[in-house]
């Protein structure tokens, strides 16, 4: 039994579609809130939060929700058309609410100010401060803007969770880390194409431009991947014949559709320590991806945008040799082989300073764009190993629920020993620290491995990748 590519390519489009939006938001959202509003760092950084307390709470729902969602286009289609089309609209409209504060931004005369003989510091806080009493003599943009937000955010946290599961859904248990690596090539390519319409629109290079052209672009490129997936993927054909090849592979075990199994306490401590893994590194891997373009610019005076295109590109090339490796090796073991490359590559991070070199940080950070993808692609497939076959959506949500919690964790506890200590000595050092805590607690998971499958002829004994 082998892999279906092209199928699991088809399903894939939604995670392409969702990564694209990520890469997009991420870039922007904080360039408008601080340059167009003039909302401290930690303000701006409280907004950008909101997407992981959404996510918290709203991703368990919906992938519950969609679980229990009977249509004849299926369970997980509905929520991806409903939610990616809401989310395009009011992606775009903020980016006319964005326009109108940029108008009078424009029309006092902020960016013509000159820095005359303010140190940069000194400089900065006084164009933030002249921003920000624009605003507030007029907040409405402002509570306009996070509002629309909040709607955009709402849309995403809808569908995120149906479209993940939805791998699962059409793919036999033991296939699914070599599936998972197709959805995560899929999603960074998306990534990876806005990254570059981020240059050709130049987002990182003006700080009072309009975005409407630039997120247009990105929803054209959202929309392709969202028609692609709509025409191609038969949702309910797909995933009965799931159902049928998951039959022919049951071997005394509970069928993938036994409601009536619950998890065993083996079982149960197995999915803790999952979780508990996928929070531990996530606050590592995040605390260096969230801050890294400040660290970059402001400690080592580096530029950050190439460094992550190679990290992702270094993921991208790794990714389909990984499926294959961990259907080989057992996903567990090849989990803990990517958080020591992981925390290896956090580790020599550390001795890179302002005077080394800024090739060196190429490597580094194609090391851990390996380790990253390594366990990216096996730790979601643990986790719905272990679930029953109406329940995927609801452990998807388990899934999210750690690594988005983590993400809230991070920045703060990041932000805080950075104060405390020094970000110049404490950036790459907790990084490393917690990817390390993830090795521990992943070392005593006993369940959540792929079995084997079964070689019934001398064709399916050649497919041992």
């Known amino acids: 039994m082998k892999l279906n590519y092209k199928r699991t390519l088809l399903v894939g489009m939604a995670f392409f579609l969702i990564l694209a939006f990520w890469q997009a938001y991420d870039a922007i959202i904080p360039l408008i809130l601080t340059n167009h509003f003039g909302l401290t760092q930690a303000a701006s950084g409280a907004v950008m939060?909101?997407?992981?307390?959404?996510?918290?709470?709203?991703?368990?729902?919906?992938?519950?929700?969609?679980?229990?969602?009977?249509?004849?286009?299926?369970?997980?289609?509905?929520?991806?058309?409903?939610?990616?089309?809401?989310?395009?609209?009011?992606?775009?409209?903020?980016?006319?609410?964005?326009?109108?504060?940029?108008?009078?931004?424009?029309?006092?005369?902020?960016?013509?100010?000159?820095?005359g003989t303010m140190t940069t510091a000194e400089y900065s806080e006084y164009v933030r401060q002249l921003t920000v009493d624009l605003t507030m003599q007029n907040p409405l943009p402002l509570i306009g803007f996070i509002a629309t937000v909040l709607v955009v955010l709402i849309a995403m946290a809808t569908f995120r969770s149906p479209a993940v599961a939805l791998m699962p859904d059409v793919t036999v248990k033991p296939l699914r880390s070599k599936a998972n690596a197709i959805i995560n090539l899929t999603g960074t390519a998306g990534g990876i194409i806005v990254l570059v319409l981020g240059m050709v629109f130049a987002t990182s290079k003006n700080y009072y431009m309009e975005y409407t052209g630039y997120v247009i672009a990105v929803c054209a490129v959202m929309?392709?991947?969202?028609?692609?997936?709509?025409?191609?993927?038969?949702?309910?054909?797909?995933?009965?014949?799931?159902?049928?090849?998951?039959?022919?592979?049951?071997?005394?075990?509970?069928?993938?559709?036994?409601?009536?199994?619950?998890?065993?306490?083996?079982?149960?401590?197995?999915?803790?320590?999952?979780?508990?893994?996928?929070?531990?590194?996530?606050?590592?891997?995040?605390?260096?991806?969230?801050?890294?373009?400040?660290y970059a610019t402001n400690i080592l005076g580096f530029d950050f945008n190439f460094t992550l295109i190679i990290a992702q590109a270094a993921a991208i090339v790794s990714y389909i040799p990984l499926g294959i490796l961990s259907s080989k090796f057992g996903r567990r073991k090849t989990i803990l082989a990517g958080v020591i490359i992981l925390a290896t590559a956090f580790f020599i991070g550390n001795f890179v300073t302002p005077t080394t070199p800024e090739v060196i940080m190429y490597p580094v950070f194609s090391l851990a764009g390996i380790g990253w993808a390594t366990i990216n692609?096996?730790?979601?497939?643990?986790?719905?190993?272990?679930?029953?076959?109406?329940?995927?959506?609801?452990?998807?949500?388990?899934?999210?629920?750690?690594?988005?919690?983590?993400?809230?964790?991070?920045?703060?506890?990041?932000?805080?020993?950075?104060?405390?200590?020094?970000?110049?000595?404490?950036?790459?050092?907790?990084?490393?620290?917690?990817?390390?805590?993830?090795?521990?607690?992943?070392?005593?998971?006993?369940?959540?491995?792929?079995?084997?499958?079964?070689?019934?002829?001398?064709?399916?004994?050649?497919?041992?990748?």
């Open 377 to 465: 692609v096996n730790s979601f497939p643990m986790v719905v190993e272990l679930a029953k076959g109406g329940d995927v959506g609801k452990y998807t949500g388990y899934y999210y629920t750690a690594s988005m919690a983590a993400q809230i964790v991070a920045p703060i506890l990041s932000g805080f020993l950075y104060d405390l200590i020094g970000m110049r000595y404490m950036f790459f050092a907790f990084g490393t620290a917690f990817v390390a805590f993830s090795f521990v607690t992943m070392l005593f998971v006993k369940h959540g491995d792929s079995k084997p499958l079964p070689k019934k002829s001398k064709l399916e004994a050649m497919d041992v990748d």
């Open 49 to 115: 939060s909101i997407d992981n307390v959404l996510a918290v709470f709203m991703l368990p729902i919906f992938g519950a929700v969609s679980d229990r969602t009977k249509t004849k286009y299926g369970k997980r289609t509905p929520f991806i058309f409903f939610g990616t089309i809401a989310s395009i609209i009011f992606f775009i409209a903020l980016t006319f609410i964005d326009n109108y504060q940029l108008a009078k931004v424009v029309a006092a005369g902020i960016p013509d100010i000159q820095q």
């Open 223 to 294: 929309l392709v991947g969202f028609i692609i997936f709509i025409l191609s993927v038969k949702e309910n054909k797909w995933a009965e014949e799931m159902e049928e090849q998951s039959k022919l592979l049951e071997d005394k075990q509970p069928s993938e559709s036994d409601s009536s199994r619950k998890l065993s306490k083996g079982e149960f401590t197995s999915l803790l320590l999952i979780l508990a893994s996928v929070a531990l590194w996530y606050i590592g891997y995040n605390s260096i991806t969230s801050k890294y373009s400040v």
